[in-house]
């Protein structure tokens, strides 16, 4: 099969490495050359993937069997069209659409399907934001509809917050939409992505929940398995059946939850592997996310998924602008039992950029907390220089 992957990044790459492995061909899509994908793909394409003309002309150039997206900044709109051409959309074109823009997932999830979220509002100006603000209260949480890693997000703790949320909005926004959600912020214990695989022809399977820690919108450590009451995962497990089910198609689903003492409540989703997901690279899972993203689109059928080990995974930062970054330290983290790392090979670094991850496992009876920092202390080891 030929797949044309829209986004070349570090999960990108894992998931080409996937494909590489059981024999397919991939075409890797990004806005710059030598993006971390494109180093391991068979070829690879430059083109602004908002430019709806040039995303036509790779899509004939190739001829792929299925388009699989990796970012949001797509012009979504014309998979509709690619899955008239015979081109299958992954998970779907309805699934892509709706994900890509968080306006749209947020009305289905809260509005069409009925499932517990914050209280939210939309804005597309700065006197917009002030009245969402006054509705659903402070503190809130602002985000553009289309963005990933945290970009754009930001906290409104007092009304003087209000202008400097709008245009860190607007500066961090993807594609061409400027309109932002503001939620009401949500007293939560704790946050887990549910990794949900939906099958052409087999059910609905759920990875073990991954526990996660944010900064600045953007997850520093992932952790699985995530410490969640039978209620609570049997909850969150209906609710990604339901959107899921809801947006078609088949694939790994990373539905982000709130957990909170009134109980689940529904966060965000993306159609594809998720960041957090990486910890499964430490061998968690009998097939990792990007494993499962691959079997589930190709309708390879996934029996089961068991829980291997306890595991976790903390992110490596850069902390400059760099255009040929290197790396010290990393030998330490080689020499530690139970350790791995993985350098994304992006070509540039700016701050707090995302260059690599350091993996940790042990066995399901230790403690995820003791995994968890020890992933935390080993990241610190590695340093990106420029």
């Known amino acids: 099969m030929k797949i044309l992957l829209l986004g070349s990044g570090e999960l990108g790459k894992e998931f080409v490495i996937a494909a590489q492995r059981i024999g397919q061909t991939i075409i890797a899509v990004d806005s710059y050359e030598n993006a971390p ?3 391991v793909a068979h070829g690879f394409e430059v083109i602004n993937m908002l430019d709806g003309e040039a995303l036509d002309r790779i899509v004939a150039k190739h001829q792929p069997d299925f388009i699989v997206p990796e970012i949001e900044a797509i012009r979504t709109e014309r998979f509709y069209d690619y899955e008239k051409q015979g081109i299958t959309v992954v998970p779907s074109a309805k699934a892509a659409n709706f994900t890509m823009n968080r306006k ?9 399907l009925g499932l517990r979220t914050a209280k939210y509002q939309y804005a597309t100006s700065a006197e917009e934001l002030q009245k969402a603000v006054q509705e659903v209260g402070i503190p809130c949480v602002v985000k553009p509809l289309m963005s990933s890693s945290g970009k754009g997000q ?6 003087s917050d209000i202008e400097k949320a709008w245009q860190y909005a607007v500066a961090g926004s993807r594609g061409d939409v400027i309109e932002v959600i503001v939620e009401a912020f949500v007293n939560f214990d704790s946050e887990i992505t549910l990794l949900t695989i939906t099958q052409n022809n087999n059910p609905t399977l759920f990875c073990a929940p991954i526990g996660h820690r944010q900064e600045r919108g953007d997850y520093q450590e992932s952790w699985q398995p995530a410490l969640v009451s039978e209620k609570d995962l049997y909850e969150a497990q209906d609710m990604a059946e339901k959107i899921t089910e809801a947006l078609g198609g088949a694939g790994l689903f990373g539905v982000e939850f709130f957990l909170t003492k009134e109980g ?3 966060s965000e989703l993306s159609p594809r592997p998720h960041d957090t997901g990486m910890v499964t690279l430490a061998g968690t899972q009998n097939f990792n996310e990007f494993e499962l993203h691959l079997r589930a689109i190709l309708s390879l059928p996934i029996f089961e998924i068991t829980l291997e080990k306890a595991g976790a995974s903390a992110v490596i930062l850069a902390s400059e602008d760099s255009t040929n970054p290197t790396f010290t330290g990393i030998e330490k983290v080689a020499a530690l039992p139970k350790t791995d790392f993985r350098i994304f090979g992006k070509p540039t670094s700016r701050p707090y ?4 991850v350091v993996l ?5 009876s230790t403690s995820i907390n003791e995994v968890t920092e020890r992933a935390k202390e080993t990241a610190k080891l590695v340093t990106v220089n420029s």
């Open 37 to 39: 994908a494109m180093q």
């Open 104 to 112: 749209a997932i947020r009305d289905l999830a809260s509005k069409e």
């Open 154 to 159: 930001s906290t409104i703790k007092t009304e």
């Open 264 to 266: 689940v409540y529904f």
């Open 353 to 356: 950029r995302r260059m690599g």
């Open 360 to 364: 940790t496992h042990d066995t399901l």
